[in-house]
């Protein structure tokens, strides 16, 4: 986060403090995302997911290291067959 400190530089503990509570209601990297709308990118992720999901007797495996959306994935993903997001 290169530069990144300088934009508190001149601030109070209170605006640093308003800062990052804002910041951690906009961007909270430990809970998983439950609506379509805001996972975004992983296309090949998610178009793997999908097909395996429609091959009858297949199932999809999802694994991988903590926090990259796993869990976030699995909770899109109905939306998004239903939505036929992958064609």
């Not at 009858?56 to 959306?69: L, N």
Request: hydrophobic fraction near 40%.
């Amino acid at each position: 986060l290169e530069g990144t400190w300088s934009l508190t530089v001149g601030m109070s503990f209170k605006e640093k403090s308003d800062l990052k509570a804002r910041a951690a209601q906009l961007f909270s990297p430990r809970t998983p995302i439950g609506t379509a709308e805001l996972f975004e990118g992983r296309r090949v992720q998610i178009d793997k997911t999908l097909n395996a999901i429609r091959q009858p007797g297949a199932h999809a495996v999802v694994y991988g290291e903590r926090g990259v959306g796993k869990t976030s994935l699995v909770n899109v993903a109905p939306v998004l067959l239903e939505a036929g997001a992958d064609r």
